[in-house]
């Protein structure tokens, strides 16, 4: 059973870090791309980073390039996705998603003053 199950979301304030990590299982992580998508209420949703199997390239909407990181830890199975500098607008539900094989639940993240 594929499972992808996010955490490390909360509450923070404007210019502070998050880190948020995707636990998976069901499938061979170390085979597949791993995404982050972010969703805002009454927002489409978007694309935030996405990172290769081998964890050699990625790439970042233009909206978090310089302060979101992807990473991957093929051994223990799990994506993270370090937010530095938080703005506002960085408000969403966070999910962690793999192309054809699944999505998690997402964890909410809210930047707020």
């Known amino acids: 059973q594929v499972q992808l199950v996010e955490s490390g979301g909360g509450q923070v304030q404007p210019g502070e870090s998050l880190r948020l990590s995707c636990v998976t299982s069901?499938?061979?992580?170390?085979?597949?791309?791993m995404n982050w998508y972010r969703q805002a209420p009454g927002e489409k949703r978007e694309l935030v980073a996405a990172?290769?199997?081998?964890?050699?390239?990625?790439i970042y909407a233009d909206s978090v390039k310089g302060r979101f990181t992807i990473s991957r830890d093929n051994a223990k199975s799990t994506a993270y996705l370090q937010m530095n500098n938080l703005k506002p607008e960085d408000t969403a539900v966070y999910l962690c998603?793999?192309?054809?094989?699944?999505r998690g639940q997402g964890t909410q993240v809210t930047v707020s003053s």
């Open positions: 998603d793999v192309s054809r094989i699944g």
């Open positions: 069901g499938f061979t992580f170390s085979s597949y791309a």
């Open positions: 990172i290769t199997s081998a964890g050699d390239q990625s």
